[in-house]
């Protein structure tokens, strides 16, 4: 595992940024697991073709009070003690903007990641045993909730964490209602057969500041621009318990929150048990524990 | 002009926030001019209960085009030139945000003011003759575009420029396709019924500052949060040539805009000659006739 694997998709090593072709499947499963479900053949194939699936009120009224009930609790433990290594503030502020590692402490989210509705769906395509390579809350609080710029998660899990391909899937579980207003995530439909390699190094200890805002791993205007052209911006929105999957190479993002409705996520990053996670592919020593598994589990 | 009027809207006066009815009606004219048009009985309806309308497409491809050829002249001098005070930069950056007074130097834009399909709506709904309290572009620049918090521009003129009375109306219109995701204006439908006081006290200059983030004039959360639940919001959107009017006092802002897409619009401001500027209510020297305009004239 700590052996050096084939950069196959390098990035922040040039002046120039680039856009190569995805190296990877998007389905990784045999045809017969694919068969087998829980996806149909038309939600696999929509999946392949545009990296993203959103499925309306896939969780209960009452799965989400569960959760949300949790979730005020951290809150409001978090807002107490400063200490915790997982949990990030807004830029230029002191309101909570993520928490990390939230089915590790969290029954009720432990639990979530188990779930058949995520665990079953990242089993289908990613082809066997997954684990959980990260978890977190993102809160995006109304009034100040700020952007997430976009970006590819997979650029930032290779060249910070050493995942060597791709083949992790993310969920994200509404936990308030997504309008088109409070700053709902917006997909770039197909983005994810593409890699956008980025420019400038990335410094130690960058993950730190990174993860409130990013300044490397960041895509230029102009691969973004030309994305755009290509494949246009879908953002899904619906009530409370909704469940968007999304590629872990695909463009997303979101636009900042002014209205005084809340915006809480949960998301569940599920990667292959042969995927895991070697030496980062960028001079910097590994991320924590709870940004980046190194030590994976099957669920 | 000089003489101190009542103040009827005190605001950044008292530590504590309030809502308070408006005084003022919303239709200014008589019975017969609101007869004789251009809007319909029942788009003053509309707009006397909820403070705003929505025309998709008012204007056509072509006017768009003019429109648009003259402010990429525009903006193009403006990154030139860093001296014309009526240009305003987005924080904390270069790009351009907003420029002023648009409908002086460009004859397009001073024709665009005397257009009846704005200034004879504004003539209807304020009662008479009208002049240009302010026009400006804002830009949103495609992906660093930043929000505009909510705010009544009631409040400022008011509090900052002397305006005795709500008896103002503004325009939007559209010179970019308004999507969902790039940061369209939204409104709370009917707030232009309540007037919010704001705390703390204007500082002198302070315009300076706030036309780019603004800081003093900004409605608490708790009164933002009771409007919402009274009012919802409404997000227009529509196709470049679409126009928005918008009382004076209803509350509205905008996300942050991370597309790629530029969202450029057009505001001219239409006040009533019966409404003109007197001395500030707060106790700050006049802002520039760029702004404010104190010398009024018919059109």
């Known amino acids: 595992?700590?052996?050096?694997?084939?950069?196959?998709?390098?990035?922040?090593?040039?002046?120039?940024?680039?856009?190569?072709?995805?190296?990877?499947?998007?389905?990784?499963?045999?045809?017969?697991?694919?068969?087998?479900?829980?996806?149909?053949?038309?939600?696999?194939?929509?999946?392949?073709?545009?990296?993203?699936?959103?499925?309306?009120?896939?969780?209960?009224?009452?799965?989400?009070?569960?959760?949300?009930?949790?979730?005020?609790?951290?809150?409001?433990?978090?807002?107490?003690?400063d200490s915790e290594p997982q949990m990030v503030r807004e830029p230029g502020?002191?309101?909570?903007?993520?928490?990390?590692?939230?089915?590790?402490?969290?029954?009720?989210?432990?639990?979530?990641?188990?779930?058949?509705?995520?665990?079953?769906?990242?089993?289908?395509?990613?082809?066997?045993?997954?684990?959980?390579?990260?978890?977190?809350?993102?809160?995006?609080?109304?009034?100040?909730?700020?952007?997430?710029?976009?970006?590819?998660?997979?650029?930032?899990?290779h060249v910070e964490d050493g995942m060597p391909h791709m083949r992790a899937i993310s969920f994200s579980l509404l936990l308030d209602d997504n309008l088109p207003y409070n700053g709902p995530l917006m997909v770039m439909p197909g983005s994810h057969h593409h890699y956008i390699s980025c420019v400038g190094r990335t410094p130690a200890d960058h993950y730190k500041q990174s993860l409130r805002r990013q300044e490397y791993g960041v895509p230029d205007?102009?691969?973004?621009?030309?994305?755009?052209?290509?494949?246009?911006i879908a953002m899904p929105t619906g009530p409370a318990g909704s469940v968007l999957m999304f590629e872990c190479n695909i463009l997303h993002g979101s636009n900042s929150n002014i209205t005084p409705l809340s915006r809480r996520n949960v998301f569940m990053v599920y990667n292959s048990l042969e995927n895991t996670l070697g030496a980062p592919f960028a001079d910097v020593p590994p991320r924590p524990e709870h940004i980046a598994c190194r030590r994976p589990a099957a669920l």
């Not at 045809?31 to 392949?48: K, T, V």
């Not at 073709?49 to 896939?58: A, D, Q, T, V």
């Not at 205007?221 to 246009?232: A, I, V």
Request: charged share 25%.
């Open 1 to 81: 595992m700590t052996m050096m694997t084939t950069d196959l998709y390098p990035s922040r090593v040039a002046d120039q940024a680039g856009i190569t072709p995805r190296q990877d499947p998007v389905l990784h499963a045999t045809e017969a697991q694919l068969r087998a479900g829980p996806l149909s053949a038309d939600e696999l194939a929509f999946f392949d073709k545009n990296g993203y699936l959103f499925w309306p009120g896939r969780f209960t009224p009452a799965e989400v009070e569960r959760f949300r009930r949790e979730l005020d609790g951290m809150q409001s433990a978090a807002s107490r003690d």
């Open 221 to 232: 205007p102009e691969s973004l621009t030309r994305m755009y052209e290509q494949c246009g």
């Open 93 to 157: 502020g002191t309101a909570v903007r993520s928490i990390f590692a939230v089915h590790e402490g969290q029954p009720v989210f432990a639990a979530m990641a188990r779930d058949p509705r995520l665990c079953g769906v990242a089993r289908q395509i990613l082809g066997g045993d997954v684990y959980i390579h990260q978890s977190r809350v993102n809160f995006k609080p109304g009034f100040i909730g700020k952007e997430f710029y976009w970006h590819s998660d997979f650029e930032t899990w």
